[in-house]
């Protein structure tokens, strides 16, 4: 599924991504900005922005079939919870994305780093059939994929790490690890990961001692 500019560059040229890995084309794409055009499928990586979830979820609903899996991997701690109302509990896993990317340009995709993997699993924490075999797809394409048994605490480390550090390195314009070693700004980062840490469900605290590592770097 894409949509616009990006959507029509994939058509003409196909889907480009350029990394650290090295350069993967697919051409041609099988992709549309119609699901009913697709019909039921078998996974959906939901990757939109976090505003876009209720939108975005109603769109998809014509890729829902009695079996399909839908994991969400927006930045926060909640897109599971308000996907589900949609498209139905018992479709939608939790999901953590660890990947830095972006949209060069309309059909061409750069990603940096050496984190590309996702972190899944049932709310519930079951280890259930269906996952695992997600788990073993996604390794055998080559993605990290990490199979979870507290997805909703993973999902809480990430979004801690983040509100430490996301903010300081927008008001300051510089990258996390300057924000990390200046000690100024990372007294202010370990002060809003504690802050945050506070503000996690009693089954993210056990997780804060982890965060706060993670904070402070090596």
Do not use: Y
Not at 95 to 114: F, H
């Amino acid at each position: 599924m894409a949509r616009g500019a990006h959507l029509t560059a994939m058509h003409a040229n196909g889907l480009r991504v350029e990394g650290d890995r090295g350069e993967t084309v697919i051409r041609p794409v099988q992709a549309t900005d119609d699901p009913a055009a697709l019909g039921p499928v078998d996974l959906v990586l939901f990757c939109v922005k976090l505003w876009d979830v209720e939108s975005a979820g109603t769109h998809i609903r014509p890729l829902i079939g009695g079996e399909t899996v839908v994991i969400p991997l927006q930045n926060g701690v909640d897109a599971t919870e308000r996907l589900a109302p949609i498209l139905g509990a018992a479709h939608v896993l939790g999901g953590v994305a660890l990947v830095t990317g972006s949209i060069v340009a309309p059909g061409v995709v750069r990603q940096t780093g050496t984190h590309h993997g996702m972190i899944f699993g049932e709310l519930d924490g079951q280890i259930t059939p269906r996952v695992e075999r997600i788990r073993d797809i996604c390794r055998a394409a080559g993605i990290d994929a990490v199979l979870s048994d507290n997805i909703e605490r993973a999902r809480w480390q990430k979004f801690i790490g983040l509100a430490a550090v996301s903010g300081l390195c927008a008001l300051t314009r510089r990258p996390i690890g300057d924000v990390r070693d200046d000690p100024d700004l990372g007294h202010c980062s370990m002060t809003q990961c504690k802050r945050s840490s506070m503000s996690a469900a009693p089954v993210a605290f056990s997780s804060r001692r982890t965060c706060f590592c993670r904070c402070r770097g090596p």
